[in-house]
């Protein structure tokens, strides 16, 4: 077993404190090898205490991973704020899953229009992206659809999987969102009857 | 039904096209379209169409079958798999049953012996068919879980694989009972034969090896199942954190807060940056030079106050008001100064002082509206006089 930190460590490095995540299944060939390296022998190990040596918790999902720190500059309202935005965006995708009778979940391969022909026959799935404010201004329903995707894509939930078609793949770091979501407990005595 | 004289005939048929029939036995339980075959007959139309009215296939629309009587046979010969169900596994175990109660019957040694040797083959049989429905169904089952997209449809199959795989278990279930009954027993110990016993050994070999599979199998798709359960509940769980967040009751109705508080993930965070000094044999290079340069006069600027970008300077005659002179005649004043002065009005505009840089035919046009629009406090005679080359009236103030 090797005791020396693979070459790769500055970009993996890089990729992580940007707050993106390294997936398994990522289209960009060079993330894509940054996951093998991280795979690799005990290179996971290495990498974990030596970031750890530097403040940073090298973390490791459902095959994918990212940074946590033991404390971050933002303040639970900010985080709030951060996730409300995502819980918009997931609600979205999900109900875009749901009417076509698939699941909108890792490995899922979609294009904009697809998304945005759905907007056209499920009035309430146009509801819910007209009620998505990203900006101020008003947007055209596939621009906004484009700019969601956009959304997730910086984050580094979806990649592009065929430029040419424009068709979008939903990444393993995806399970980040779905275990936040998943972790939390609500009460149930506030249940509606109407879900 | 076969179309043939002689057996000899129908094995120069089978022989002639074995490519089709070999394609057809294959893809069985798949559909083939006419145009699928026309490759194994060099696209010869009449090779098919002399097959089908030979009776060695079946037309039914655009679709081609293998007769359903070659199929049996082929399978027969082949030892290839049966499709396991309720039919197949009862008429088995009937089967067995009647084949002993022959068996024992019978007193004739040769007559016994082809007995035996049946129950043997439809013991092997059942043994392979066993593995061969297992695998197949494992197959499907990961297939439909990977392929299928629609969740609704990925439930059917499921569902459908679920109950083949049940029938599979019932049959197992059917066969070790059968083969603990006391008519298995009582048969097997009048035969005393070798063979029958090795048969026996490798079935329940068969049979251990299919249970392992089979539990196996049943927890796949039980996972599956739940795969999609929980895809569904978390859909449901996504759309009430949702409303509860319309509602601002979120954060009272969850533990968010808490989760959220002891979610220090860099994805919530804002982007690390990291300040670091330079090196000093690195500030000794040229490189570094031009770098010091460029930081001294950013320096300087942010001295001077220049850091914050500011427009261009107004320049001060940029506020002298410009008196911008655009003139006009006004025909009323002119013939007001016509007719204080008298005389013609053509020559009066073509000496007036303030006239000079017109040109005689913008002196024209103003002449010509003046006479039309003040005709009523003007005179003309019917005298006309000819200047350069134009002739015009002779127009005067009207004598009151």
Not at chain 2, 309 to 325: G, P, R, V, W
Request: proline share 1%; aromatic share 12%.
């Amino acid at each position: 077993m090797t005791k020396i930190l693979p070459i790769e460590t500055q970009k993996i490095f890089e990729k992580l404190t940007k707050g993106h995540f390294i997936s398994y299944d990522n289209e960009d060939i060079e993330i894509k090898e940054l996951y093998q390296v991280i795979d690799a022998n005990n290179n996971y190990e290495l990498l974990l205490e030596y970031f750890l040596h530097i403040g940073f918790q090298f973390i490791k999902g459902d095959s994918y991973y990212y940074f946590a720190k033991s404390e971050i500059n933002k303040s639970t309202e900010d985080k709030l704020k951060s996730f409300y935005k995502w819980i918009e965006i997931m609600n979205f995708f999900l109900s875009f899953g749901e009417s076509i009778n698939e699941h909108f979940s890792v490995g899922k391969i979609f294009t904009p229009n697809d998304i945005f022909i759905q907007c056209k026959v499920n009035n309430a799935l146009m509801e819910k992206l007209n009620t998505i404010r990203l900006t101020n201004s008003i947007e055209k329903p596939l621009d906004k659809i484009n700019r969601l995707i956009d959304e997730l894509r910086r984050a580094t939930f979806v990649d592009v999987f065929n430029d040419f078609r424009d068709e979008y793949k939903v990444v393993a770091a995806y399970h980040y969102l779905e275990q936040l979501i998943n972790t939390i407990d609500i009460e149930v005595e506030n249940e509606d009857t109407t879900s | 039904m076969f179309n043939f004289d002689t057996i000899r005939e129908f094995i120069e048929i089978l022989n002639r096209e074995r490519k089709v029939i070999d394609f057809l036995f294959k893809k069985r339980k798949r559909i083939v379209s006419y145009d699928n075959l026309l490759s194994f007959v060099e696209y010869k139309n009449e090779k098919i169409e002399y097959l089908l009215q030979e009776g060695f296939l079946i037309k039914s629309g655009n679709i081609i079958e293998l007769n359903d009587e070659l199929i049996d046979f082929f399978e027969k010969f082949s030892n290839a798999t049966e499709e396991i169900n309720n039919e197949y596994t009862n008429g088995l175990i009937l089967d067995l049953k009647t084949k002993i109660e022959i068996f024992t019957e019978e007193k004739r040694p040769d007559k016994r012996n082809e007995y035996l040797l049946r129950i043997e083959t439809s013991l092997r049989k059942i043994g392979k068919n066993i593995i061969g429905n297992i695998n197949q169904i494992r197959i499907n089952i990961e297939d439909v879980y990977v392929t299928e997209k629609n969740y609704k449809i990925k439930k059917i199959k499921l569902d459908e694989y679920s109950r083949k795989a049940n029938q599979i278990e019932e049959l197992i279930t059917n066969i070790t009972k059968f083969l603990k009954s006391d008519e298995w027993e009582y048969f097997v110990k009048i035969a005393e034969d070798n063979v029958l016993i090795y048969v026996i050994i490798n079935l329940r070999k068969d049979i251990t090896l299919a249970w392992i599979n089979f539990a196996d199998i049943i927890q796949k798709i039980i996972d599956f199942h739940n795969q999609m359960r929980l895809q569904s509940e978390f859909y449901k769980k996504v759309q009430k954190i949702k409303r509860l967040k319309d509602q601002h009751t979120l954060t009272n109705n969850s533990n968010i807060e808490k989760i959220l508080t002891n979610e220090n993930s860099i994805f919530f965070a804002n982007q690390q940056k990291f300040t670091t000094q330079l090196s000093i044999p690195y500030l000794q290079t040229d490189g570094a030079f031009f770098l010091i340069q460029r930081v001294i006069k950013n320096l300087k600027q942010i001295k001077s106050g220049l850091s914050v970008k500011s427009a261009e300077d107004i320049l001060d005659n940029q506020f002298i008001e410009k008196e911008k002179a655009i003139s006009t005649i006004s025909s009323a004043k002119i013939k007001q100064l016509f007719t204080e002065s008298g005389g013609e009005l053509f020559d009066f505009i073509q000496n007036f002082n303030l006239f000079e840089e017109y040109s005689l035919e913008q002196k024209t046009t103003l002449f010509c509206k003046i006479a039309s629009r003040f005709s009523d406090e003007l005179i003309h005679n019917g005298e006309f006089k000819i200047f350069d080359d134009i002739e015009y009236a002779v127009i005067r103030k009207k004598q009151i």
